[in-house]
């Protein structure tokens, strides 16, 4: 039976912390250089893997289209589960809601509560382009040199088309106009809408048939 010394068995553990203080100190000294040939990846299938680009061709799914629409049904955690409060429709999509719905002026803390974020949201999203007082003479369209002009938040028509129709423009955008959607929460877009009937309301004070609807005015 081989005996190895009490002095043998000690030397081992010195022997190989020298050789790792070795390799250290030399690893510690090699310094990196720029170098124009092609760098060395064993494992490479981290580093190069199938993918597809937005709103590129899939020949996988046979619509061919690589961004998936979501499943029916599907609610995301942020959506509202009332359809009317996350659409602006009501009645099964026959007709929009005239008002905005009880339920956001009501988890908002009150009509005067909803107004005011809605202030708040519309001078950070809307003032840009419509401008603080709705007349369509934002920066970006001043800038434009009149080329993209919106139309003024006072106009007739404006005036008297449902909340959740406006509620619908702001979520999908018009013409020029984007989609808001995905930008601004739906509490949000509604407070907008409530913001801009304030706006409509302190230049023209007449009640009209949606005034007298209630909810907003």
């Given at each position: 039976?081989?005996?190895?010394?009490?002095?043998?068995?000690?030397?081992?553990p010195?022997?190989?912390?020298?050789?790792s203080?070795?390799?250290?100190a030399?690893?510690?000294?090699c310094?990196g250089?720029p170098?124009?040939?092609?760098?060395i990846?064993?494992i490479?299938?981290?580093?190069?893997?199938p993918?597809?680009?937005?709103q590129?061709h899939?020949?996988?799914?046979?619509?061919?289209?690589?961004?998936?629409?979501?499943?029916?049904?599907?609610?995301?955690?942020?959506?509202?589960?009332?359809?009317?409060t996350?659409t602006g429709?009501?009645?099964?999509?026959q007709?929009?809601?005239?008002?905005?719905?009880?339920a956001?002026?009501?988890?908002?803390?009150?009509?005067?509560?909803?107004?005011?974020?809605?202030?708040e949201?519309?001078g950070?999203?809307?003032?840009?382009?419509?401008?603080?007082?709705?007349?369509?003479?934002?920066?970006?369209?001043?800038?434009?040199g009149?080329?993209?002009?919106?139309?003024?938040?006072?106009?007739e028509?404006?005036?008297?088309?449902?909340d959740?129709q406006?509620?619908?423009?702001?979520?999908?955008g018009i013409?020029n106009?984007?989609?808001?959607?995905?930008?601004?929460p739906?509490?949000?877009r509604?407070?907008?809408?409530?913001?801009?009937?304030a706006?409509?309301?302190?230049q023209?004070?007449e009640?009209?048939?949606?005034n007298l609807?209630?909810?907003?005015?």
């Amino acid at each position: 039976m081989l005996k190895i010394d009490r002095k043998t068995r000690m030397q081992h553990p010195i022997a190989s912390a020298v050789v790792s203080a070795i390799l250290l100190a030399a690893l510690g000294g090699c310094q990196g250089t720029p170098t124009d040939e092609t760098p060395i990846i064993p494992i490479r299938n981290m580093f190069q893997q199938p993918r597809y680009n937005p709103q590129a061709h899939s020949d996988f799914f046979a619509d061919g289209r690589t961004m998936r629409p979501l499943p029916e049904g599907t609610v995301a955690r942020e959506m509202a589960a009332d359809p009317v409060t996350e659409t602006g429709w009501s009645d099964a999509r026959q007709s929009w809601a005239l008002t905005v719905p009880g339920a956001v002026v009501r988890e908002q803390g009150g009509m005067e509560a909803l107004v005011s974020r809605g202030q708040e949201r519309y001078g950070i999203y809307c003032t840009p382009c419509h401008g603080v007082s709705g007349e369509g003479d934002g920066m970006v369209p001043t800038r434009a040199g009149g080329a993209i002009r919106p139309p003024t938040l006072h106009d007739e028509r404006l005036r008297h088309i449902p909340d959740g129709q406006l509620f619908a423009t702001i979520s999908h955008g018009i013409r020029n106009m984007p989609a808001y959607d995905h930008n601004v929460p739906t509490a949000d877009r509604w407070a907008i809408v409530s913001y801009v009937r304030a706006l409509q309301l302190s230049q023209h004070p007449e009640p009209t048939a949606m005034n007298l609807a209630g909810g907003t005015r």
